[in-house]
């Protein structure tokens, strides 16, 4: 070694020794650590190894061509042609901590300048007349998404009566869970059979009746649906169900798969504004199976822990889905073109059904100003979540994509689950009294490992 290093300093003094020997033993260091960052990035982002991660997004295939990976992570700017990262990239870099320290700091929370830098990227980056063929060739939904993407506020038409949803009379405590469901004019069956089943408000007790349980609320997020599309308007109809169940919460936007971002960012908003007690949402589909007894259960331990007072700002429980790839099959629903976004999705919890605190839902409401919206809504609630560096918790209890085979078929299978997707509204119905029925048999079957 003292040899070498002589060799290469040309002259041979210790004090040489003593300089070159420590560079050398450094630049090794470096080499493996970047060798080992290599391999271990290699790793996770394989596309052949992502299947054994977890899952790859819906409507994609293995194929190392739908991956579109930044090749090194120091390129300051990967994708400068997909439309959503030219537009965010600025705004990014703006809060940047090692670019900007000083701009993290000052502009935390201030809503008035995250709206101007969103406004300010549109004007610079966003002109949809300068993208010409690239605008023409976007399918449809991308382009009505694209064309609407600078307006995140259409008014309220309809508003649920109680005090953050319907509830029970004479609470004595506030909520301990609001569950706030996406549905559609149309779904008036899968709405009925979630109040009668496992979206009942009022108390509920955790799972075999002891004594802790909680009040629960329940809400419906809704856009508008075309009369023309639909062949019937229902807005008559939807109008008489709000005034018997109160639980309706309808804003002035079209219902469009593409357009489902929207309800978060105004359901957080309104929650923001009229649920300041409430400890937790559940954020469903209206198609979904609810374990609710269980849920209040698991959320109940949440609060135990006693760190829940730090846990409570970043909890986000559900099917956690690790480094997706955008669908690239225009034959997909999720169809996301590369010339709209580019590289992986972050971690999102499968929307589903996933849970969160309600204290990280203000802090959302509060960040999503400024990320710009994205077409798919999950993957959108995971862009604002690695913006507040936080990270949704995977539980295996959530079966956003059913039961493995045949695991449905057992006396206790869904007293194991706290979330099974997907249930029709018969079903639900049949299910909700086989699990009364099975109650004392299963009550102490532990939740899905
Ligand atoms: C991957 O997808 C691209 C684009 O759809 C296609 O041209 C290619 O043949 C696919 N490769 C494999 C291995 O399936
Ligand atoms: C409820 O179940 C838990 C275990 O799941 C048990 O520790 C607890 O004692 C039970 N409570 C009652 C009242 O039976
Ligand atoms: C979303 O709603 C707005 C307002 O109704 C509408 O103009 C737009 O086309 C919708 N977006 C999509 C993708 O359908």
Same mark, same amino acid.
């Given at each position: 070694m003292a040899r070498c290093c002589c060799y290469r300093c040309g002259r041979c003094h210790t004090v040489l020794i003593c300089v070159c020997c420590p560079c050398i033993f450094l630049a090794m260091l470096f080499a493996s650590a970047g060798f080992f960052v290599y391999m271990k990035m290699e790793a996770v982002f394989s596309a052949d190894d992502l299947e054994t991660i977890h899952f790859i997004a819906? #409507?994609?295939?293995?194929?190392?061509?739908f991956a579109s990976l930044p090749a090194t992570f120091w390129d300051l700017n990967p994708h400068w042609d997909a439309y959503w990262n030219q537009l965010q990239l600025p705004i990014d870099r703006y809060f940047s901590p090692i670019l900007h320290p000083q701009n993290k700091k000052d502009g935390f929370g201030n809503s008035i300048l995250y709206e101007s830098l969103l406004k300010q990227s549109f004007f610079e980056y966003g002109d949809l007349a300068n993208m010409g063929k690239t605008f023409d060739k976007m399918p449809q939904q991308i382009q009505d998404f694209v064309s609407h993407m600078d307006k995140r506020d259409y008014p309220i038409l309809i508003q649920p009566d109680g005090v953050c949803g319907a509830g029970s009379k004479?609470?004595?405590?506030?909520?301990?869970l609001l569950l706030a469901i996406k549905t559609t004019e149309g779904n008036f069956k899968n709405r009925q059979a979630i109040r009668q089943t496992?979206?009942?408000? #009022?108390w509920v007790a955790g799972q075999n009746g002891s004594s802790s349980g909680g009040y629960i609320h329940r809400v419906f997020l809704l856009g508008k649906e075309s009369g023309d599309e639909l062949g019937v308007d229902l807005s008559e109809l939807l109008e008489q169900e709000a005034n018997i169940y109160g639980d309706i919460l309808q804003w002035d936007f079209k219902d469009k798969f593409f357009n489902l971002t929207l309800k978060d960012v105004h359901f957080w908003s309104w929650f923001s504004g009229?649920?300041?007690?409430?400890r937790f949402i559940f954020k469903g589909d209206d198609d979904v199976f609810v374990n609710t007894p269980k849920l209040i259960t698991y959320l109940q331990d949440q609060l135990k822990n006693p760190q829940a007072h730090k846990t409570m700002m970043d909890f986000m429980v559900g099917d956690v889905i690790v480094a997706a790839i955008p669908s690239r099959?225009?034959?997909?629903?999720?169809y996301i073109p590369e010339s709209f976004y580019k590289g992986l999705y972050p971690a999102y919890a499968g929307g589903g059904g996933v849970v969160y605190s309600g204290l990280l839902c203000k802090r959302l409401h509060n960040i999503a100003k400024r990320v710009h919206l994205f077409p798919i809504d999950d993957v959108y609630v995971g862009m604002c979540m690695i913006r507040l560096n936080a990270h949704p918790v995977h539980h295996p209890a959530f079966l956003t994509f059913d039961f493995p085979e045949n695991g449905a078929n057992e006396l206790c299978s869904y007293h194991t689950a706290l979330l099974v997707h997907k249930r029709s509204p018969n079903k639900l119905v049949e299910l909700w009294s086989e699990m009364k029925k099975t109650q004392t048999q299963c009550w102490n079957v532990p939740l899905r490992e």
């Open positions: 819906p #409507g994609t295939i293995r194929n190392k061509s004479d609470e004595k405590e506030p909520p301990l496992w979206g009942k408000v #009022g009229f649920c300041g007690q409430t099959m225009d034959t997909s629903k999720y």
